[in-house]
């Protein structure tokens, strides 16, 4: 990432920050700002989350680690995570009309974690997101040796959860995830 690109992103992510006060009341910019220069790779992680259009944005701490959290706060499952499978198995099992790629995978090349079911929940409690579209959230391990994966959306003022096959892909469904900073 060039001095220019950083200098950009930390612009979008100030501004946003700044029009999204009710996500972190109690974080200071100032802060965020200074972990971020402090670790460039986060930089390289959340200029990802935002080229795949997620729009990251602080929503809170983690009360154990201190770590700033950031998670993808845009409206719909990010457009650049769409279409995907859930996992590398689910995607070399797939026979025919293979998907691009696989949610996990993908998470894993920029650096971040897919959003649990609780977090997706508490997430929801910080603005209406996916409304029109879902998202993966991690699935536990016995879920997934039977073949099955996890999705959240929001429908009818209400969070639900859902198991599809992990293998299955859709145009309206793709995944959130959170950096830790």
Request: include cysteine.
């Amino acid at each position: 990432m060039n001095a220019q690109q950083r200098a950009a992103l930390l612009e979008t992510l100030r501004s946003r920050f700044a029009g999204n006060m009710s996500r972190h009341r109690d974080i200071d910019w100032a802060d965020v700002e200074s972990r971020l220069e402090a670790r460039p790779h986060k930089l390289r992680c959340l200029l990802q989350m935002e080229n795949t259009g997620g729009e990251p944005d602080v929503i809170g701490v983690d009360l154990q680690s201190g770590e700033l959290l950031f998670v993808d706060c845009s409206a719909e499952s990010p457009t650049g995570r769409r279409s995907l499978c859930y996992d590398r198995e689910a995607l070399e099992a797939r026979k025919t009309h293979k998907p691009a790629n696989c949610a996990t995978d993908l998470a894993a090349a920029m650096g971040i974690e897919i959003l649990t079911e609780e977090q997706y929940r508490m997430l929801q409690t910080l603005g209406c997101f996916d409304s029109k579209t879902s998202s993966w959230v991690a699935t536990p391990p016995g879920i997934r040796r039977l073949g099955g994966a996890l999705f959240c959306d929001r429908r009818y003022n209400q969070v639900f959860l859902y198991h599809n096959g992990a293998q299955s892909y859709y145009a309206a469904r793709g995944f959130r995830g959170m950096l830790r900073v």
